[in-house]
């Protein structure tokens, strides 16, 4: 009678780790639970947490032209600056550049700041300062467009995979 | 003695219970925890599950000028089939949508589709059907430029909040 005793207690202590054990596992499984919806995992692996958007944050489109010779030299360099941005500092929100189908040396870049401070900090970043040097005699014309969200509702989570 | 064993017995029950109790909250306590670093929240309650970008993908720049006497109501029209769009297809990955601070007729979408076939779903669909023809007579010009996204590590995930 007392062996069955300790028996009963053995495998109750037993069932408290396994419940506990499965308790570790959900919380290990989060990311991947989200892979389905997003690639939310590499966010979080990667990227720096973001500040949310303030009233002077900036959404601007950036249209560049590059001349045809340096195209492939310029986009190492965009793409770097970009992941740089992106994966250390919290007050870039996005920084999506896209090419022209028909004319690849047309790049436009969709950026957003939270606020202009944020900017400010971005141009005045090392990072920046080595793609904007290290361009500029690559690109033939600039435009920085200032741009208002159409739906204040419609939200962009940009991020390096 | 029994009743000391009994005791040990009930309190190993109560410590199976409050940690299959933990368990199943650090479960539930999923979503908010993504909030810190983005509203993934909103997209998992309100956006249906998204295809993967396939080699047929489109990924394009839709330049819209609007007649400023019509601006306010082509807003209403762009922010809905945006939003529609956004939350009930799956091969809709993006449309975003901007207008110039400068001149706020000036509208860019920034629209992905992950297949061909889900881009001629959505021009298909009574949401889209309902927006173009609504705003026929308020479009003055509409370019469509297609894109190819300058860096593959950078990705982005458009949601409505």
Redesign the interface.
Known sequence: MENI?MK??LS??L??NI??L??AQ??AI?PD??K?????T???MK?C??YPMEADGI?R?SKIEVYPQYLDEY?KY??EV??VS?CTEPGVL?????????N?CM??I?ETYATREAYEKHVASEHFQKYKKGTLHMVKSLIL???????P?????????
């Open positions: 005793k009963v207690v109750l202590f069932l408290w419940s506990l499965m308790c959900s919380v989060q639970s989200y389905a919806n997003a690639n939310v590499d966010l979080n990227m947490i973001k959404v489109l986009i965009a793409a970009g992941e992106l996005t920084m999506y550049a896209v090419q022209e189908k028909e690849p790049v436009t969709l467009s200032d741009q208002i969200p159409l739906n509702n419609n939200k962009v989570i940009n991020y390096i995979q």
